[in-house]
């Protein structure tokens, strides 16, 4: 882990508090007080051009169990974790709130509680929607989607949007988001059955769209069908710039992972091609990591720049759509699984503790990042 000199530190319930985000742990401290003689980095001009040393970094909540998704109403940090919690943090104050569901939640293999999403009349309504793996009755893992409630103790299931999502121990998608269209969208992987994402007929290697009631929507590009887009190895983060237009990340085998732009009815190859590979009626990634490997998870957008979620990468990446690649904008947290943006910052969850990083004392953590001014 990095040691920010700048990081601020209180001292509350959740050990260090609401402070930008920091790596070491007060082990690492020597106990006295050390001036900070170390200035801030110039301002960048764009966050594609950042590097880690340009971002203030404050941590807002640490010691979180495996964390895979975020959202942020007002001042609570709302996070789902594999296990089946739901964890809110409000300042100093963390809760851990069970949701209670309709099957057992199988934390399996990449499988759990995995995406969640604020309705978006929340404030009025305590409602949202998850998405988890649970085991059907011939024991084969799968997926659904859920209507959930906020009640005094915990979050409760309401209703089954939409169930069989074919899952596994890995590739099962999991990202959830409510598009500017106002409906449901869901991402679905292949769950490691690479025929299916070439299947229309297959909710597996897709993204979904619903409504935020679990009904098809009018317009989708097949019909009576909740498949959006299909071809897909295991997307893991969706994403609506300012025009509307839908990207997406996906984890490809062997490196190459990708970022696509996502249109209705559309075929994105898995697994008839990947990286840079090309065929008739099969649309190619507008960004691959060729050799390297990002394992891109969560997406955002900071003004009209994507940020990615890198988890086997250890970084926040920024798409620069103008040279066609992706840069490390941050780094020297571990694994990052989830980003969201808002009042001028950008909200990451470290992934430290999901089995394949190597966990700090405080891991995993809810991180806030600004540009230094």
């Not at 051009?49 to 001042?75: F, K």
């Not at 839908?246 to 996502?262: F, K, R, T």
């Not at 994507?306 to 759509?321: I, K, N, Q, T």
Request: aromatic share 8%; proline share 5%; hydrophobic share 30%.
């Amino acid at each position: 882990m990095i040691n920010y000199p700048f990081r601020k530190i209180t001292i509350g319930l959740l050990i260090f508090g609401p402070a930008f985000l920091a790596g070491c742990s007060a082990e690492e401290d020597d106990g006295e007080p050390e001036e900070n003689t170390e200035e801030a980095g110039e301002a960048v001009g764009s966050v594609s051009e950042a590097s880690t040393e340009d971002w203030n970094v404050e941590v807002l909540a640490e010691n979180l169990d495996v964390p895979w998704s975020l959202n942020i109403h007002e001042d609570t940090y709302y996070m789902t974790n594999r296990g089946g919690d739901v964890i809110e943090v409000t300042g100093e104050e963390k809760e851990r709130l069970p949701l209670a569901a309709s099957d057992e939640i199988v934390n399996e293999g990449e499988g759990g509680l995995l995406g969640f999403v604020l309705a978006e009349d929340f404030a009025d309504s305590s409602k949202g929607y998850a998405y988890y793996t649970y085991r059907q009755n011939d024991g084969a893992l799968a997926n659904k989607v859920v209507a959930v409630e906020r009640e005094s103790s915990q979050w409760s299931e309401t209703e089954v949007l939409l169930d069989d999502i074919p899952g596994d121990r890995i590739h099962n998608g999991g990202r959830l988001e409510i598009g500017p269209d106002g409906y449901l969208y869901a991402t679905a992987g292949d769950s490691d059955e690479p025929s299916l994402a070439q299947d229309e007929d297959s909710l597996a290697g897709s993204i979904l769209r619903m409504t935020v009631d679990g009904e098809v929507p009018e317009g989708n590009p097949f019909e009576n069908s909740y498949v959006y887009s299909y071809g897909h190895r295991n997307p893991q983060g969706i994403a609506w710039n300012s025009t509307g237009k839908l990207y997406s990340s996906e984890h490809g085998p062997n490196a190459q992972d990708e970022i696509n732009v996502i249109e209705p009815g559309n075929n994105y190859g898995w697994p008839e091609i990947t990286g840079s590979e090309s065929a008739e009626d099969l649309d190619a990634p507008v960004v691959q990591s060729g050799s390297t490997t990002w394992a891109p998870s969560g997406t955002a957008f900071l003004e009209d720049t994507l940020l990615v979620a890198g988890l086997r990468g250890e970084s926040l990446y920024a798409y620069d759509e103008e040279a066609e690649e992706m840069n490390a904008v941050f780094e020297g947290e571990g694994r990052l699984r989830d980003v969201k943006t808002g009042d001028g910052g950008v909200y990451v969850l470290t992934n430290n503790t999901d089995g394949r990083g190597s966990p700090s004392e405080n891991d995993d953590q809810l991180l806030k990042l600004t540009l230094n001014e």
